[in-house]
């Protein structure tokens, strides 16, 4: 007997974003003993410059393959009907279920994931803020995911 569409669905998310997950919490690392300041954004040599990359496209796709592919799958397996559900009111049914912490917390991550992925301020100390939430955001990311990850292993 083939597995259900939906565990399949919910198989392939989770790999997605067990995938995603593991290449970023490298970068973070690799970012973290490299110890970037507020100049070094604008002097980056080639192996900075790859790392960077690697976290500017981890991050982003480990937030966009939670929200459209882990999440709904989760609600699915978790017997809800999410056809009529807009992303909002999942972030939201997924906190009433104890998944997130915070429907808006979730938003705020989005918020600083777009900013960092497609806004480039001028100033140098604006970048370099900006990188800096994002690392935090891919952080809380990371921290969600293996939250996700506990409370499946239960269902």
Same mark, same amino acid.
Request: aromatic residues 8%; glycine residues 6%; proline residues 5%.
């Given at each position: ?7 399949? +669905? ?37 192996? /900075? ?6 976290? $500017? ?6 937030? /966009? ?7 709904? $799958?989760?609600?699915? +397996? ?37 900013? !960092? ?6 100033? $140098?100390?604006?970048? !370099?803020?900006?990188?800096? +939430? ?11 995911? /293996? ?9």
């Amino acid at each position: 007997m083939s597995p259900r569409p939906e565990s399949m +669905a919910l198989r392939l998310a989770r790999e997605t974003c067990a995938a995603h997950a593991q290449a970023l919490t490298d970068a973070l690392s690799d970012i973290a003993a490299r110890g970037f300041g507020p100049g070094d954004l604008d002097r980056l040599d080639k192996a /900075d410059r790859r790392l960077l990359d690697q976290f $500017a496209y981890r991050y982003p796709r480990l937030q /966009d393959d939670m929200g459209a592919r882990l999440i709904p $799958a989760v609600l699915t +397996a978790l017997g809800e009907d999410i056809v009529p559900m807009p992303a909002l009111d999942r972030f939201n049914r997924l906190e009433q279920l104890g998944w997130l912490t915070s429907a808006d917390e979730w938003m705020e991550l989005r918020q600083v994931r777009n900013q !960092f992925a497609h806004e480039y301020p001028e100033s $140098a100390e604006e970048r !370099f803020e900006r990188f800096q +939430a994002a690392v935090g955001a891919a952080r809380r990311l990371i921290d969600l995911l /293996d939250g996700f990850e506990r409370r499946l292993e239960h269902l």
